[in-house]
């Protein structure tokens, strides 16, 4: 089982890995593609978001405990 932050760079680099792969075939560099047939969009834009500093995460934290 993955962690919370394994699990986001696994699915950060499977879909970094998806945008190389399109750019490739878009560039002909993979047989069995047919690039000119293939359009990727000018501009994409990952978010990332770290949920520690993310304010849900913050309001919905427990108050510390004092002894």
């Known amino acids: 089982m993955l962690s919370d932050g394994q699990q986001s760079l696994f699915y950060f680099a499977l879909a970094a890995a ?3 792969l399109e750019r490739d075939a878009v560039a002909t560099k ?3 593609f ?3 047939e293939l359009r990727i969009p000018a501009l994409s834009i990952f978010g990332i978001e770290n949920a520690r500093l993310s304010r849900a995460s913050i309001v919905s934290r427990p108050p510390l ?3």
């Open 18 to 20: 998806v945008f190389d």
């Open 34 to 36: 047919r690039g000119e």
């Open 30 to 32: 993979i047989k069995g």
């Open 65 to 67: 405990m004092r002894s």
